[in-house]
């Protein structure tokens, strides 16, 4: 059979950008800014670009056209052949299970996106405050208990999940240029286009309430992008400080410094610079781990997607281009709609959360409906969201359909059949046990973020010292329209694993762990804690079937026995 | 906003603007980039399985 190929460079640029532009980059990324105060966070997120982000893609591009050439498509099959080892396989199965268990949640999430576009274009959206908003999302994701949340009205999520698990399956069974190609050189102009209108309408709104004159888009983008953090303190019993709110613009201040003034001690006023905040590690984690997850890198996907280039296709301009694409929608986007917006209607006080769903599901919701024709631009948001997951999720079915077609060595509709079954179950499993959200967080938590640290540490290592840097640069080289500067070659082999490691260990022992004062993380907790929770425990055992039957898949593959030998062409 | 905030945004948005910019002109102008007609292209000289 003929192997699957890229229509045209431009497609797998705008398909592997895709798959990293979601809703990390419109909610997340402006979220971590704020809390880490914009100038020291882009200096630590810059840095990690520069040392992480950008090797990282680089290495999966060259390391999955080589297993391309070989071949190869699957993580197992390409870290085998880079490995040369029946190792390797099992080691890329991770590549797999990765793909395949997000999408069960991230489908769940992109039907979100989706039931909020439609019922702001139909004007089902008013919200008072953000509690009223948070009050609709409850309901709509069925938050507060298992099993709510499959009905099928327009104010349930269960009619919207349907629709775009089969609409991400028609796409995915037309194949890699005919459906993923097709669907993302549509869907990424049309998300940049409605990103830019949603941008246009938010930078002009001034101060749209004259009675709030605090309120304004200068001082929502103050909230984000401002080196110095101003803090209004409150001092505990205990004597020790501790932080009251954030004050930003010259009339706050000044009212935050009179109200301290006649505290009578216990409040007051306190800066804390750049080199403050560089200095505390969360910061650095926040950092990296932003530019980590937001390019999709250690996903098993960019290895999946490179492997149907051929040799003479660019990879280095490709990786540059789809990660400055990347970018572009995350700081320039993102960074300007979001927060701006937020602080425009509700005020720094107003937003009461700045995590991923907090600002996308509670926030903005109610910042739309203040906002003058916010029903159209609203949908406009939430449906560029829906369309960023949609090339995302897109995106997590490849890896398992490669994978499933090269172990089985079965053709493209039944490896579509199987993995649809596998992945509907999952994504049942995470709709029913919805309360909390508690399957999604689980499973985001050990599998978004653990296992793809564990993932990606193995493939920057596998290709720095197993298939060796300087074999690595001229792979890479190959057809290459522009050069990876050569003062990269001991950040791939030296920087970038000591990074990753790094920070690998120092996120488990502080954030995950508890030691060295704090307690476990609730992660932690719900799985080896006196208080076991049984979905966490459910969705764990979900990994291990899933991962136990790829890795089934592998040991009996007459695919994966040997590896062709690895000389280079 | 402090002039250090508008400092910080205006490096941070002009410097991935301009990335982005400047990559995918790089791209479009990169001779022979056109779209092929067809979507699976098969290449003979490269390995392949047999189904």
């Given at each position: 059979m003929a192997r699957e190929r890229w229509n045209s460079q431009f497609g797998v640029v705008l398909a592997v950008a895709g798959s990293a532009v979601g809703l990390g980059n419109f909610l997340r990324f402006p979220g971590n800014a704020a809390q880490y105060g914009g100038g020291a966070f882009m200096l630590a997120y810059f840095i990690s670009l520069l040392i992480l982000g950008l090797p990282m893609c680089w290495a999966e591009w060259t390391m999955g056209r080589h297993g391309g050439a070989k071949g190869f498509s699957s993580s197992p099959g390409i870290l085998g052949c880079i490995l040369r080892h029946k190792a390797g396989a099992y080691v890329g199965v991770l590549?797999?299970?990765?793909?395949?268990?997000?999408?069960?949640?991230?489908?769940?999430?992109?039907?979100?996106?989706?039931?909020?576009?439609?019922?702001?274009?139909?004007?089902?959206?008013?919200?008072?405050?953000?509690?009223?908003?948070?009050?609709?999302?409850?309901?709509?994701?069925?938050?507060?208990?298992?099993?709510?949340?499959?009905?099928?009205?327009?104010?349930?999520?269960?009619?919207?999940?349907?629709?775009?698990?089969?609409?991400?399956?028609?796409?995915?069974?037309?194949?890699?240029?005919?459906?993923?190609?097709?669907?993302?050189?549509?869907?990424?102009?049309?998300?940049?286009?409605?990103?830019?209108i949603v941008l246009v309408r938010v930078l002009t709104l001034g101060t749209?309430?004259?009675?709030?004159?605090?309120?304004?888009?200068?001082?929502?983008?103050?909230?984000?992008?401002?080196?110095?953090?101003?803090?209004?303190?409150?001092?505990?019993?205990?004597?020790?400080?501790?932080?009251?709110?954030?004050?930003?613009?010259?009339?706050?201040?000044?009212?935050?410094?009179?109200?301290?003034?006649?505290?009578?001690?216990?409040?007051?006023?306190?800066?804390?610079?750049?080199?403050?905040?560089?200095?505390?590690?969360?910061?650095?984690?926040?950092?990296?781990?932003?530019?980590?997850?937001?390019?999709?890198?250690?996903?098993?996907?960019?290895?999946?997607?490179?492997?149907?280039?051929?040799?003479?296709?660019?990879?280095?301009?490709?990786?540059?281009?789809?990660?400055?694409?990347?970018?572009?929608?995350?700081?320039?986007?993102?960074?300007?709609?979001?927060?701006?917006?937020?602080?425009?209607?509700?005020?720094?006080?107003?937003?009461?959360?700045?995590?991923?769903?907090?600002?996308?599901?509670?926030?903005?919701?109610?910042v739309f409906n203040y906002m003058p024709g916010g029903q159209w631009f609203g949908?406009?948001?939430?449906?560029?969201?829906?369309?960023?997951?949609?090339t995302s999720s897109l995106s997590m079915l490849q890896p398992g359909i490669a994978f499933l077609e090269e172990s089985m060595g079965i053709k493209r509709r039944a490896s579509v059949a199987i993995l649809g079954v596998i992945t509907a179950l999952g994504c049942w499993f995470v709709v029913y046990f919805s309360a909390d959200v508690k399957a999604l967080d689980t499973l985001d938590f050990w599998v978004g973020t653990f296992l793809i640290y564990i993932l990606a540490t193995i493939q920057i290592i596998a290709f720095g010292w197993k298939f060796g840097v300087d074999r690595g640069f001229r792979e890479a080289h190959e057809g290459a329209a522009i050069r990876i500067p050569a003062w990269f070659k001991p950040v791939f082999k030296f920087v970038c694993p000591i990074f990753l490691i790094t920070i690998f260990v120092v996120w488990m022992t502080q954030e995950v762990l508890g030691l060295g004062g704090g307690k476990p993380s609730s992660y932690i907790l719900d799985l080896f804690g006196p208080e076991k929770n049984k979905t966490a425990i459910l969705s764990i055992g979900l990994v291990l079937l899933?991962?136990?039957?790829?890795?089934?898949?592998?040991a009996r593959s007459p695919t994966y026995k040997n590896f062709p030998e690895d000389v280079e062409t | 906003m402090t002039p250090g905030g508008w400092i910080i945004m205006i490096f941070s948005v002009g410097s991935t603007t301009w990335l982005f910019v400047w990559a995918f002109w790089k791209i479009f102008t990169i001779p022979g980039e056109t779209e092929k007609v067809h979507g699976f292209e098969f290449e003979p000289d490269k390995p392949e399985r047999d189904e």
């Open positions: 590549g797999v299970i990765i793909p395949v268990v997000i999408y069960m949640y991230y489908v769940y999430i992109e039907a979100w996106c989706l039931g909020y576009a439609v019922n702001f274009a139909l004007g089902n959206m008013h919200f008072s405050d953000a509690a009223a908003s948070g009050a609709f999302w409850s309901e709509f994701i069925g938050e507060k208990e298992n099993g709510t949340a499959l009905g099928v009205s327009l104010k349930e999520v269960g009619g919207f999940l349907i629709f775009v698990f089969i609409l991400n399956f028609i796409l995915i069974y037309r194949g890699i240029s005919k459906g993923i190609e097709w669907f993302c050189t549509l869907a990424m102009p049309t998300l940049l286009v409605l990103a830019l749209p309430d004259p009675a709030k004159p605090d309120a304004n888009v200068a001082n929502g983008l103050g909230f984000m992008w401002n080196p110095t953090k101003v803090l209004m303190e409150s001092k505990a019993p205990d004597g020790t400080w501790q932080k009251d709110r954030e004050l930003v613009g010259d009339a706050m201040i000044a009212a935050g410094h009179t109200e301290a003034a006649a505290a009578s001690g216990t409040l007051r006023i306190r800066e804390v610079g750049i080199i403050e905040q560089l200095q505390r590690p969360q910061l650095w984690l926040a950092a990296v781990g932003q530019i980590f997850f937001s390019l999709s890198v250690g996903f098993g996907v960019i290895i999946t997607y490179s492997s149907y280039l051929t040799k003479k296709d660019d990879v280095v301009l490709s990786g540059l281009a789809a990660t400055s694409a990347n970018e572009f929608c995350e700081v320039t986007l993102g960074g300007l709609i979001t927060l701006p917006a937020s602080v425009a209607f509700l005020g720094v006080s107003g937003i009461v959360s700045l995590s991923t769903f907090g600002l996308g599901f509670h926030v903005l919701p109610c949908a406009a948001f939430f449906f560029l969201l829906f369309l960023a997951a949609v899933v991962g136990s039957f790829f890795a089934l898949l592998v | -």
